[in-house]
């Protein structure tokens, strides 16, 4: 495709230049999350702990094997939000979990 070719995109319904297209997919594939094993994490996916981890701040430990349900993506290529019960604003990094 040359710079001066169009392309139809689907999630907005307009034709963009290829160029434009190109940085779109580029941009979409850099907030890829993976979790340890290499799985793609997205929002609401359901995790599991891989190492024990003790938590700052909350005097507790979670043990490896925990379920998290419904993590949230945070835009960082390494962290995802979750809820815990008893530890609130909990942040892990995708490397200490699998993907269920």
Do not use: H, P
Request: hydrophobic residues 35%; proline residues 0%.
């Amino acid at each position: 495709m040359g710079d001066d070719d169009y392309v139809y995109d689907e999630a907005s319904g307009e034709w963009i230049t290829a160029t434009d297209a190109r940085e779109k997919m580029s941009a979409e594939n850099a907030n890829e999350v993976r979790d340890a094993v290499g799985n793609i994490l997205n929002d609401g996916d359901q995790v599991t702990l891989i190492k024990d981890l003790v938590v700052k701040g909350a005097g507790q430990t979670l043990k490896r094997g925990t379920l998290i349900k419904s993590i949230r993506l945070t835009g960082d290529a390494q962290e995802i939000d979750c809820k815990f019960d008893g530890i609130k604003g909990l942040v892990l990094r995708a490397e200490f979990v699998r993907k269920r």
